[in-house]
C-alpha cells in the first residue's frame, strides 16, 4: 500500500507471492535442531510478524469499506464490512467485527470528502505495527476508550492512550483489562459521568428462540450487582467435580472444604467439562436445589460478596470497591450492597494493616486470615495470573512441612493451577517473602524457572494492582519523553512527542501502597 493511501495491487500482490515462499519455507522446517533458548528467541520473533499481519487485516478491512464493496453486494450499511467478511473469507461474525471494528480505530487510510484520516488512536496503530502488541490487546484498547464519556476532554483522553499502549508491552490482555478499569474510574471516579440510569439502560438479558436441536441461546449484559453475586455463585458451584449431571457422586450442594471436600477432589478427577460447561450445569443446579440461603462455604469463607475498599473510598464516598473475584463495583451500589445481609464488607486500610497470627502447629488458614488475603492480594500472587480471590487457595510461603507458620505474613493467594507449578517439580517456581530493602516489601515474590526467566529475579503479581502498572508505564512515558527532548534540543527546537503535559519540573505521583521511589526519572502526575 502506498503512503497516499491508494492499493499498490502489483505491489500486493508481489509481497502476497513472497510471503507465501517464505511461509511455506517454515512450515517445512523442522525447529528440533534448535536449543531452547534459541526456539523461544525464534518464537517471540515470529509473534511480532503475526501482529504484523493483523495490521494488514485491518487495512483490508477498511479499504472494503471505502470501495462500497459491502453496498455492491447488497449488504446493509450498518454491518456490511462485516457480513462481507464473514461471507468472503469465511470468518466467524466475532472475528470479522474485530476487525472492522479494529480498522476504524487505527487504520490511516480511512477515506473521507477532505483526504485520508488519521487513527482515531495513533499510538495504539503505532504500537501494533511495530509488533509490540497483540489484536487481543487492541481490542482491549479500544474497549477502554469507547467507554472514556464524551465530555472527558482531549488531553485527559490522549493520557489514557498512552498509557494503555504502556501497560499492554509489559501486560497480558487480560491484565490490561484491569488497568484499564482503573483508568476508567479515575477518569470518573463517582460515577457521575456513567450513571446508574446508563447502566439501567443498557442491562440486558436476551434469549434466542429455541433451535431445532433444543437448545436456546442467551446473551446480556450484567451491572456490576449482578455480576458480583453471579461471580460468587459461580466461584463455588462452578468448580471442577461440582454439579456435574454425569457424575452421580457429584456433590449438588456440597462442602468442599469441610466434610465433603474429598468427594469434590474425586469427582474433579473425573470431571472433563470446559468451564462454560460448569457454568452452566452449576446455574441449573443452583436454581433447582440452592438459593441465597444455601450457598454454603468456599474455601473456608462463608460464600458471599466479599468486598474490599480503603477508608479514603469509604469517607468520600467515591472510587471503586473490587470483589474477590475480581471485579469492581461502583462505590454508591457497594454501600448500599453492604446493608443487605449476605455480603460480607471489609474496610482495608493499608497504612493500619495489623496482621493476624494463628498459634504454630495449624495448618489451615482460618476465614479471617482468607479475607484478609484477598484484600491485600487481590488475586494469584504468581507474575501474570489473573485468577481472582475466589478461584484462589492459601499458600504457606514458607512450606507448612518446613516449618512454615500459619501466619498471616508466611501466607499469600495462589489458584490451584499456579499453587500445583510450586510443589513437586525441579524446575517450578519459588516463592518468597520479599524484605524491607526491595520495592515491594512484605509482598510475596515469585521466582520462575530458568526457562522463563534465566537471571532468576523474584517478582510480584501487579495484574489485580493497576495502580502499580499505571505508575511503572508513566515513569516509563516520562524517561522516553526526557530522552526525546534532550535529543530535540541537541538537533532541533522541534517539539517532543504529544501526549503527557510536560511541566518544567515534573512531580512523581505517589507510589501504590508497599512499593518504594523508583531511582529511574520521575513520571508527570496524570489527571486523574
Known amino acids: 500500500m502506498t503512503s497516499g493511501g491508494e492499493i499498490n495491487e502489483n505491489g500486493v500482490v508481489a509481497t502476497l507471492a513472497n510471503l507465501d515462499v517464505l511461509l511455506d519455507s517454515l512450515l517445512d522446517n523442522s525447529c528440533t535442531t534448535l536449543s531452547d533458548d534459541e526456539f523461544i528467541d525464534h518464537m517471540r520473533e515470529f509473534e511480532a510478524f503475526a501482529r504484523k499481519v493483523a495490521v494488514v487485516q485491518h487495512r483490508f478491512a477498511q479499504a472494503v469499506a471505502d470501495r462500497g464493496l459491502a453496498q455492491r453486494y447488497g449488504f446493509s450499511p450498518t454491518a456490511g464490512v462485516r457480513s462481507f467478511l464473514v461471507e468472503t473469507l469465511n470468518l466467524s461474525k466475532g472475528d470479522a467485527a474485530a476487525r472492522a471494528n479494529a480498522a476504524e480505530h487505527l487504520d490511516d487510510r480511512r477515506f ?14 503505532a504500537a501494533q505495527a511495530a509488533g509490540e502488541v497483540s489484536a487481543d490487546h487492541v481490542r482491549v484498547i479500544i474497549s477502554v476508550m469507547d467507554r472514556i464519556p464524551s465530555s472527558v476532554e482531549q488531553q485527559s483522553r490522549t493520557e489514557a492512550e498512552e498509557r494503555l499502549v504502556e501497560s499492554a508491552r509489559v501486560c497480558t490482555p487480560d491484565g490490561l483489562k484491569k488497568v484499564g478499569a482503573r483508568i476508567l474510574a479515575f477518569l470518573d471516579p463517582d460515577g457521575k459521568l456513567t450513571s446508574d440510569r446508563d447502566r439501567a439502560r443498557m442491562r440486558s438479558l436476551v434469549r434466542s428462540t429455541q ?25 463455588k458451584w462452578a468448580r471442577p467435580g461440582m454439579c456435574n449431571p454425569d457424575d452421580p457422586e457429584s456433590p449438588m450442594v456440597a462442602d468442599p472444604d469441610g466434610d465433603d471436600r474429598s468427594l469434590v477432589e474425586a469427582a474433579a478427577a473425573r470431571d472433563t467439562r470446559s468451564q462454560a460447561q460448569r457454568n452452566h450445569d452449576a446455574l441449573l443446579a443452583y436454581l433447582k ?8 462455604d468456599h474455601r473456608g469463607i462463608p460464600v ?10 469509604v469517607e468520600k464516598a467515591s472510587g471503586c ?25 471489609m474496610v482495608f486500610d493499608h497504612t493500619q494493616n495489623k ?28 507474575p501474570g495470573c489473573a485468577a481472582p480471590a475466589t478461584m484462589c487457595q492459601m499458600h504457606h510461603v514458607l512450606g507448612f512441612a518446613q516449618g512454615g507458620l500459619t501466619h498471616i505474613e508466611n501466607l499469600t493467594l495462589a489458584c490451584d493451577q499456579c499453587h500445583s507449578r510450586i510443589f513437586g517439580t525441579t524446575s517450578g517456581w519459588e516463592t518468597e517473602v520479599l524484605d524491607a530493602n526491595s520495592d515491594h516489601p512484605g509482598r510475596v515474590g515469585w521466582r520462575a524457572p530458568a526457562h522463563v526467566d534465566p537471571v532468576g529475579l523474584l517478582e510480584v503479581n501487579h495484574v489485580h ?38 511541566a518544567s519540573a515534573p512531580t512523581a505521583p505517589e507510589p501504590p501502597p508497599g512499593t518504594t521511589p523508583s531511582s529511574e526519572p520521575a513520571a508527570s502526575q496524570p489527571p486523574w
Open 321 to 345: 470497591a473490587t470483589t474477590a473475584t475480581g471485579g469492581t463495583v461502583p462505590m454508591k451500589t457497594a454501600l448500599e450492597m453492604a446493608e443487605g445481609s449476605i455480603p460480607t464488607l
Open 355 to 382: 496482621p493476624l497470627h494463628l498459634a504454630p502447629g495449624v495448618r489451615l488458614a482460618n476465614k479471617w486470615q482468607r479475607l484478609a488475603r484477598i484484600a491485600t492480594d487481590r488475586g494469584c500472587t504468581r
Open 112 to 125: 473521507s470528502p477532505n483526504g485520508y484520516l488519521p487513527p482515531a488512536l495513533p499510538l495504539t496503530a
Open 304 to 313: 458471599s460478596v466479599v468486598l474490599t475498599m480503603t477508608v479514603e473510598d
Open 289 to 296: 436445589h440452592g438459593g441465597p440461603q444455601k450457598l454454603g
Open 211 to 235: 433451535r431445532v436441536d433444543g437448545m436456546i441461546e442467551f446473551k446480556g449484559l450484567f451491572n456490576p450487582e449482578a455480576t458480583a453475586f453471579l461471580d460468587t455463585m459461580l466461584a
Open 465 to 502: 494492582h493497576p495502580d502499580e502498572v499505571l505508575y511503572q508505564a508513566d515513569v516509563r512515558i516520562e524517561a522516553r519523553h526526557l530522552r526525546e527532548t534532550r535529543v530535540n534540543a541537541r538537533g532541533s527546537t522541534a517539539p517532543a512527542s504529544p501526549g503527557i503535559a510536560q
